[in-house]
């Protein structure tokens, strides 16, 4: 099988950053998210870039310091969602409301925080950058506020500006995600805020994959699919497909969007899992999974986009249980683990994480 990882955003996207009086500032180094996919997998990997985390024998050691030489940031908080730039990723804590800059041997960086209401599973969920960042610099978020879950616009120099409001606000259910499929229209995932019958009402937005066109103070949205659970995650692949994932109270899903607007649902697990994060590629999802503490390869047809074959799991309980997912700038699939609130932590969690995909003709390391 064959592994051509998109990700949330192209692993070529760069960053700089510096903190300015609490507001984030950003130079204008940052390529288009829509530019090509790493190619990944056995004599398809860019040699000048690495498929396996380094393994240095000289690590130093003491608090915050994993051994493991995959491990790339520790002693975070419980993570949200990750987005690769430049050599690193950035990486949302779900109840601070911090987002930080996380690179391998660096400690990380904290490029901006946004009031959230963190309690239950709400708080910062996810985070997107502009395809347009380049030029005007701007990142969005997913949170949970007192009153309603949102997405909010981030810009240099000032505070968030509301963006899709409104999105109702549950004692669970309150996890979203967000992607963009074009330059200038954004998915946004919406749990049904622990009331499934919202998810299947038309007017309401919760339990919804919802398209924004043109993503501005005020924006409204249009329903793509309804019937959504417990969100997990949206990533797009190459080919403009999109990808879904949801946990029901009798499975979780992988659902897929195609080009068409047609829905079909690519796998389940009768077994509840816990699928998170994805990160899509033209010939499978890589999706993080909390309960099975894994991260799960979905092998789909390139043609028909199927998948017919039991996803595999590589990296099961090495890390704990896995969050948001995204492609990492290496070649490798990046995760944040959800330890601190969801399992058992250990003294480093929790912890940002690059895992190799599955090597050609062989399973995933051990």
Known sequence: MRLVVVGRVAASLMLGSVLVGGCARFDDSASSPFTPEPTLRGANIDPKKPSQAPTSTTRPSGPCIDPDPAVVATCLDTTGGLVAVGDGALVAERRTGRILKVVPEMPPVEITQIDVDGSGDGGLSDIALSPTFREDGLMYAYITTPSDNRVVRIAQGGPPKAILTGIPKGPTGNHGAI??????QMLVLTGDAGDP????????????????????????AEIAVSGIGIAGDVCRDSRDSIWITDRTPVEDRLQRLGSDGSVTTAWTWPDRPGVAGCAAA????????????????????????AVTSAPTLTAQDKYGQLGGATAGPDGSIWVGTVNKTDGQPGPNDDRVVRIPPPQAGGGGPD
């Open 197 to 220: 019958g919202a998810a299947s009402s038309a007017s309401s937005l919760a339990g919804k994959l919802l398209r924004v066109n043109s993503p501005s103070p005020g924006a409204t």
């Open 282 to 305: 033209t010939d499978g999802v890589a999706i993080a999974l909390t309960r099975t503490k894994a991260l799960a390869i979905a092998a789909a047809d390139e043609k028909t986009h």
């Open 179 to 184: 992607d963009f499929a074009t330059p200038n």
